[in-house]
């Protein structure tokens, strides 16, 4: 189970055709795991931060096909491994199509 922090921040207007804006991902996993059962069971649970990502530039374009109306996001962020070795960021880009209609 997780509870997750997001924040979604797109301008008003698109610029351009192009609507811009930025997210901020916090997750917050906890874990439990139990083993066994009776008093020889043995029970833990771990929870904390999971790994954070921020995406300072998403673009999105939308426009109306024949079979519906189309949405393209276009992401570049980050995202920083959260574990015990102290890990680097890792860049990252994500590419989302979705048709509703």
């Known amino acids: ?44 649970e771990k929870a904390g931060l999971g790994d954070i990502a921020v995406v300072p530039l998403v673009a999105g374009w939308e426009f109306e ?7 393209r996001i276009i992401q570049r962020g980050a995202m920083r491994p959260h574990d015990d070795t102290g890990g680097g960021v890792v860049f990252c880009g994500v590419g989302d199509a979705g048709i509703g209609v």
């Open 1 to 44: 189970m997780a509870s997750v922090l997001r924040l979604d921040y797109s301008l008003d207007e698109p610029i351009g055709g192009i609507r811009f804006g930025a997210k901020l991902i916090m997750p917050f996993p906890r874990v439990n795991l139990t083993i066994g059962s009776g008093p020889g069971a043995v029970h833990q």
């Open 65 to 71: 096909t024949p079979v519906g109306h189309l949405t």
